[in-house]
């Protein structure tokens, strides 16, 4: 079955056709959750890219623009470049040098304009999560999950060293995670709506202000077991990025 639902768009610039995909609804149930959103299905994240830069002419734009931007769901009659050639600004994940520079390239699109709110927060959530990415799954460094056969052992001890070296990564770009954090959270506090459920608690959590993000919840009243897990976290004064289910 296929997993994906295709979209073309055009380049307003170069008028480029690039293929986009969309997880199909139905397998969002078989993703797995984080506490900071990010909703991935085998290893594919499954929020939309809206910020592209074309693999034709390295033109940045808004997919999400209809007064610039001609999109279909039909295939159109052109060349169209491939969702690999342009997703993630051809990035690949397999180790922390990538992590990092789809970082850089979050940093750099905030730092060459000034966006409408809706889209500096769009920008700066996927820039919290992708200076999580170099320790989401942490936990994947303990022994019992080479014992538990979830991976061979090649795979089990390439991975933990790049968790390890991710997470001295993380550490070491700890000021501009808080930065970022800080700015998003400014943001959202600004435009509730904006905000994805437990988002601003999860803020609070990531940032240390684990009281705060408690009381949140608490004062919510909204109860159940990603709430639950927050507030479990919080307890234990852990600050790192979690999976919820998966
Ligand atoms: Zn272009």
């Not at 390239?105 to 769009?122: D, R, S």
């Not at 999580?132 to 991976?151: A, E, P, T, V, W």
């Not at 408690?214 to 600050?239: A, Q, V």
Request: hydrophobic share 35%; net charge positive; aromatic share 16%.
């Amino acid at each position: 079955m296929l997993k994906f639902d295709p979209y073309y768009f055009q380049c307003p610039n170069c008028h480029a056709w690039l293929e986009g995909r969309n997880l199909k609804p139905e397998l969002i149930n078989e993703s797995i959750l984080y506490s900071d959103g990010k909703v991935l299905n085998d290893n594919y994240i499954t929020t939309r890219q809206k910020m592209i830069l074309c693999p034709s002419c390295a033109h940045t734009f808004w997919v999400e623009d209809p007064e610039k931007v001609n999109y279909t769901t039909q295939k159109p009659d052109a060349d169209i470049y491939s969702w690999n050639t342009w997703r993630f600004y051809g990035i690949r994940f397999s180790d922390n040098r990538g992590k990092l520079a789809l970082i850089r390239h979050y940093q750099t699109f905030l730092k060459k304009c000034v966006y409408e709110p809706k889209n500096e927060i769009y920008l700066r959530r996927l820039l919290w999560w992708a200076y999580n990415d170099l320790h989401r799954n942490h936990q994947h460094i303990r022994l019992k999950y080479f014992l538990n056969g979830f991976m061979s052992y090649g795979v089990w001890r390439n991975n933990r060293m790049m968790l390890l070296e991710g997470e001295k990564l993380f550490l070491k770009n700890l000021s501009d995670f808080t930065d970022n954090l800080h700015h998003l959270l400014t943001l959202l506090e600004k435009f509730p709506d904006e905000a994805i459920d437990t988002e601003v608690p999860e803020i609070y959590r990531e940032l240390r202000q684990f009281d705060k993000a408690k009381s949140l919840i608490e004062n919510s009243g909204s109860k159940s077991y990603f709430t639950n897990e927050i507030i479990r976290h919080s307890k234990w004064k852990d600050s790192r990025v979690f999976m919820v289910s998966g």
